[in-house]
């Protein structure tokens, strides 16, 4: 492509353009692109609730939804109807299936032992939209307490 005046012209047009465009909200870009998270902070709060899951030889991450001991892991990682849960602390429980849906690809566990677990609360996902900032967590893998900012 040969480049005429008249093209360079509106080349350096848009460019300008582009610039001004950007300096005119480059603080609001940086933050809408920055989307400041403290993952730090999340995983804090969070990380008691990330469970290590092993079923056969099956094994994923997964997450305690209830301080009774409700999980929700992967249905794909259920071999078995029950399953070893390794504790953000190291320790293990042992958990049943208690209904699964492969076609989501979702299993709902829930430990034997009950207890007073750290859990994650379930949201609400009609107040996300894409292109929120999110962190995801878990043992991708058998790498425990993993995390991924995007």
Do not use: W
């Not at 920055?34 to 099956?58: L, R, T, Y």
């Not at 399953?83 to 699964?100: E, H, P, Q």
């Not at 207890?115 to 996902?125: A, E, R, V």
Request: aromatic share 6%; with cysteine.
């Amino acid at each position: 492509m040969k480049l005429t005046a008249n093209k360079l012209i509106v080349s350096i047009s848009v460019g300008v353009l582009c610039i001004v465009v950007f300096m005119s909200f480059k603080d609001d870009i940086y933050r809408i692109v920055n989307k400041d998270i403290d993952v730090a902070k999340v995983m804090k709060n969070v990380g008691p609730a990330i469970v290590m899951v092993h079923s056969g030889n099956g094994i994923g991450s997964g997450f305690i939804v209830h301080p009774s001991g409700y999980i929700v892991t992967n249905s794909h990682v259920m071999i078995e109807n029950s399953a070893t849960v390794k504790l953000s602390n190291g320790s293990t429980v042992k958990a049943d299936l208690i209904n699964f849906n492969d076609d989501k690809d979702i299993a709902i566990l829930k430990t034997q032992s009950g207890g007073n677990y750290g859990y994650i609360p379930l949201g609400d996902s009609a107040k996300c939209q894409q292109g929120d900032p999110v962190l995801v967590a878990g043992s991708p893998m058998a790498l425990q307490s993993t995390v991924t900012k995007g």
